[in-house]
């Protein structure tokens, strides 16, 4: 028996050659195997706080692989559960040595025994006893509690537990119901708190010891917070990461993208980001979550690989039939997130935001600014969002509307009966006018060349007014996109522009960053003075010329006037007065049913016995989002019938698909025509 104790304590010395330096480490239940994640209860909408103080107990997984578990007795670490030996951290196993037993092997004697039995009653004795063991803390009671990132903080100066987690997400928690000023001031607070580096420190020791996802619930935390991203917290909780990928589950799966998408672009950053793409590559069929599936959609950036891109598309096509409405709605930022165009993916969802489109909030309804990255131009989804908004005009502020029509313009939209409203509403309140509003409705209604014939004029007047209220405050640049906006409905209100033309301003907008369009503008504001019928008598100062722009021709309709015309019937790429330029032209007698050789032009002694002929070839971006109606410049081309030209419009599009004697046909009926022009060119001659 003496020959056995001998030999417990032999290996008991050889633990304390290990443990030169007294220090308390903390005794957690060995939790080897985590138990299997069930996601029957998972609300992803909760999902960063989802039962998360329901997982207090660490894996020590790590616990030998240079693990920093243990803390100094100057921390004063306790929490429940938690006994306290005399042990130092290690690099390597603790029990490097089989326990032997053999008697030969322990010169023990009996007296050492005894001491050490002595020992250990002394020790057993300083052990906190079962009801003195403090409460656990958990995040959700701390955020409950105190309503200040400092109280938090406190807390954990007075009794640290584990794990420190649970701070960070408590803070995180109280700053979200805070004001934006009130946040500013407590994170300050914050990082100026003795115990916020203490707990920093505790957080990067334990982050190889707890669960996952609490450790990229964490990360977000501290992210969310502004710590600094090259801080060493940071940096070390992201090589953490990295190092633990391959515990990722479908939650931790969201959770990481989660945290990615709201992270600047380093070089850990980076390398997580691959890793979790080659992660998402593996399990992509095995994610049974729409909402995982789009946030891993979002996270894996514009540079993925195609492939990858193709396969995330597969899966939300399979998906489909799970698809809530939110997912619907989501799903045109999701793919502009990740910069990919997926046309049957993209309308399918429009059907279901269409078919569910009462009741929709305003931020959900602005998701369709995405489809300007993707090139997705639905005009049936357009029109539905355009016609409930009408339907409804009366629940919205007029600002909120004015934010649609501002995403219509981008997308060349036109919805007549909404704008009429907005119109009217305007005439009525003109008191909600400001500065800002002003100039984004003038260019949104001349920019689309929406012209009211029943209420333009009135509206124009209040407009004007409201505008000259701000003379003494505006931009020179706002001041001139505001008076341009005006030419380009034909109205010109006299004292925005005298404001306008005053010398010092002129020079101020020929010395901006932006000087080529703003010389452009000022040419318009020149042209529309001089052509049209303007009661205005003062000259625009000389500005300087604007280069030449050499159209692309279209060879097609060079080619049928080539064939219908002959060669010396009519010129190309003809440069006019004002800075205006046309594709052909074509000289004609005053009854257009003879076409004239350019070189007999000058026999012609009156101008009434010429008529000249301009053939405009225009693109789609020309025209609003139906094809029919003109845009603002575009419309502005009457100027042309001014200077006497007979215009026929030719559009791009069109003459593409028709076979070689049928544009033939097309062209001749338009150049020897005197009937009524079609209706592209009826809305063109109707602006002027």
């Known amino acids: 028996m003496n020959n056995r104790a001998g030999s417990i304590l032999w290996n008991l010395r050889q633990f304390s050659t290990l443990s030169p330096t007294s220090t308390t480490v903390r005794l957690y239940p060995l939790g080897f195997c985590r138990p299997k994640t069930v996601y029957s209860n998972w609300n992803p909408r909760n999902l960063l706080l989802n039962n998360f103080e329901n997982k207090m107990q660490s894996s020590i997984r790590y616990l030998f692989q240079d693990a920093s578990i243990f803390k100094s007795e100057d921390d004063d670490f306790q929490t429940k559960g938690i006994s306290t030996v005399t042990a130092l951290t290690v690099n390597k196993l603790l029990c490097s040595r089989r326990l032997c037993f053999d008697s030969k092997q322990s010169p023990v004697s009996d007296n050492e025994l005894k001491k050490i039995n002595i020992h250990h009653q002394a020790s057993n004795e300083d052990l ?16 409950q509690e105190y309503n200040s990132l400092s109280d938090v903080l406190d807390t954990f100066s007075e009794a640290p537990t584990f794990p420190s987690s649970n701070y960070f997400l408590a803070m995180w928690t109280i700053a979200k119901r805070m004001s934006n000023d009130q946040k500013r001031f407590e994170k300050q607070l914050m990082f100026n708190h003795p115990a916020f580096t203490q707990l ?64 600047e672009p380093c ?25 995982t599936l789009q946030s891993v959609m979002r996270s894996i950036g514009k540079d993925a690989p195609i492939a990858l891109k193709r396969k995330l598309e597969m899966k939300a096509l399979r998906e489909l039939d799970r698809f809530s409405i939110l ?7 999701v793919l502009a997130t990740m910069d990919h165009r997926s046309i049957i993916l993209l309308d399918e969802c429009s059907k279901m935001v269409i078919g569910n489109i009462h009741g929709c909030p305003l931020k959900i309804l602005i998701n369709i600014q995405s489809c300007r990255d993707l090139r997705y131009h639905n005009l049936d989804l357009f029109k539905g969002i355009a016609d409930y908004v009408a339907i409804t005009f009366d629940i919205w502020k007029l600002k909120q509307v004015l934010f649609l029509l501002i995403l219509f313009e981008n997308f060349a939209f036109q919805h007549s009966g909404l704008m009429d409203l907005f119109m009217k509403k305007v005439v009525d309140e003109p008191g909600f006018l400001n500065m800002k509003s002003i100039v984004s409705i003038l260019h949104v209604y001349s920019s689309l060349n929406h012209l009211n014939r029943g209420q333009t004029q009135e509206f124009l007047e209040v407009m004007a007014s409201a505008l000259t209220g701000y003379l003494h405050h505006i931009s020179s640049e706002n001041l001139l996109n505001a008076v341009c906006s005006f030419c380009l409905m034909n109205h010109f209100p006299l004292a925005p522009i005298n404001q306008l033309l005053q010398t010092d301003i002129i020079s101020e907008l020929l010395m901006s960053d932006d000087k080529e369009r703003n010389v452009h503008r000022l040419h318009v504001l020149a042209a529309c003075l001089k052509l049209d019928d303007v009661p205005y008598h003062k000259a625009v100062e000389v500005l300087p ?36 330029h046309i594709d052909f032209e074509i000289r004609m007698d005053s009854n257009r049913s003879q076409v004239l050789p350019l070189s007999d032009v000058n026999v ?10 301009g053939v405009l070839c225009v693109p789609k971006s020309t025209y609003c989002l139906d094809l029919t109606h ?32 049928d544009a033939v046909t097309f062209l001749k009926s338009q150049i020897y025509s005197t009937e009524d022009p079609p209706t592209a060119d009826v809305h063109f001659q109707s602006t002027c």
């Open 604 to 613: 012609v002694t009156s101008a009434t016995d010429t008529q000249r002929v």
């Open 327 to 333: 997912n619907s709605q989501r799903m045109f930022e």
């Open 128 to 143: 906190p006893t079962k009801e003195t063991k403090p409460t656990p803390v958990t995040f959700r009671k701390l955020s």
């Open 630 to 661: 003109p845009r603002g410049f575009l419309a502005m081309k009457c100027h042309l019938k001014v200077m006497g030209f007979h215009v026929i419009l030719v559009n791009n599009w069109e003459m593409g698909k028709l076979q070689m004697k």
């Open 545 to 580: 010329s604007l280069p030449s722009a050499w159209l692309c021709l279209n060879a097609k309709v060079a080619e049928v006037l080539s064939s219908l015309l002959g060669e010396g019937y009519f010129s190309e790429n003809v440069h006019l007065p004002h800075n205006y």
């Open 200 to 263: 920093c420190k505790q957080m990067m020791r334990e982050a190889k010891i707890m669960y996952y996802d609490h450790l990229l619930f964490s990360l977000y935390a501290i992210v969310k917070l502004d710590v600094p991203q090259n801080t060493l917290l940071v940096q070390t909780l992201l090589r953490v990461v990295q190092e633990r990928i391959n515990e990722c589950d479908e939650k931790c799966l969201s959770v990481l993208s989660t945290v990615l998408e709201a992270m």
């Open 267 to 291: 070089k850990n950053v980076d390398i997580l980001r691959a890793g979790l793409r080659i992660l998402v590559d593996q399990q992509v069929w095995k994610i049974e979550h729409v909402f």
